[in-house]
């Protein structure tokens, strides 16, 4: 079955340093990969995504992720955080045909930023 | 991007009373719709997977009878939380993804908070 980890549940950078969210998984076949990011009280938003091709990803808010399979991992990077950035961070997978595959997500890691 | 809206946004109840919540697709079609629960400070536990026209396929350990979900339309499925207890309280969000998409991206409603007195 396919699951997600996020080992970091929080992460403080100052605003200005630059940001890595690990994201690592467990699926047997290529995964589709996604970074979602909450803030409170509110639903998700999409940051980017991982299908096939190039394994690193731009998405918007001037993140990136970059899938490597040898290490099962895709982990989200920033290279300046900005105060506003401060939310949940999700990290998920997606298995199955597109017809009709589940999400899962990750444990999520909350950022904080500080001045 | 593609619009998902939920309804009501918060809702505070008695025990024993049964509520309703939304999720509608503005802007697109979805065949599928998916349920999640989210208890404070932790990540998104998928309850159902709601089917356009037939049942919803519930996860493990989720009850069924609990958590009613119905998916009419191709714009609009309803989660039910019958006869509500203190335990239902959390926040709950919907997601859709667009039928004519291939991209299988998630678009999530702004969640639905739920306090059940």
């Known amino acids: 079955a396919q699951s997600v980890t996020q080992p970091d549940i929080h992460i403080t950078v100052s605003e200005g340093a630059s940001l890595e969210l690990r994201c690592n998984y467990s699926?047997?076949?290529?995964?589709?990969l996604f970074w979602y990011v909450q803030s409170p009280g509110q639903g998700l938003q999409l940051l980017l995504k991982?299908?096939?091709?190039?394994?690193l990803v731009q998405g918007i808010k001037g993140f990136e992720a970059e899938f490597k399979r040898s290490q099962s991992s895709f982990n989200l990077r920033k290279p300046s955080v900005h105060w506003s950035d401060a939310a949940e961070y999700f990290c998920a997978v997606g298995a199955g045909n597109t017809g009709g595959f589940k999400t899962i997500f990750g444990a999520g890691t909350r950022l904080f930023v500080k001045a | 991007g593609a619009v998902v809206s939920q309804h009501p946004s918060w809702v505070i109840c008695k025990s024993g009373t049964s509520v309703k919540i939304e999720c509608r697709s503005l802007?697109?079609?979805?065949?599928?719709m998916f349920w999640y629960r989210q208890f404070p400070k932790q990540s998104l536990m998928l309850m159902a997977t709601s089917n356009e026209g037939s049942k919803a396929t519930y996860e493990q350990g989720v009850e069924k009878d609990k958590f009613l979900i119905n998916h009419a339309s191709l714009t609009l499925s309803t989660l039910t939380v019958t006869s509500a207890h203190p335990e239902d309280s959390s926040f709950y969000i919907c997601s859709a993804r667009d039928s004519m998409s291939g991209s299988g991206e998630l678009f999530f409603g702004e969640g639905s908070r739920l306090t059940v007195l």
């Open positions: 699926y047997g076949a290529t995964p589709y």
């Open positions: 991982y299908f096939s091709g190039d394994t």
């Open positions: 802007d697109f079609q979805a065949t599928t």
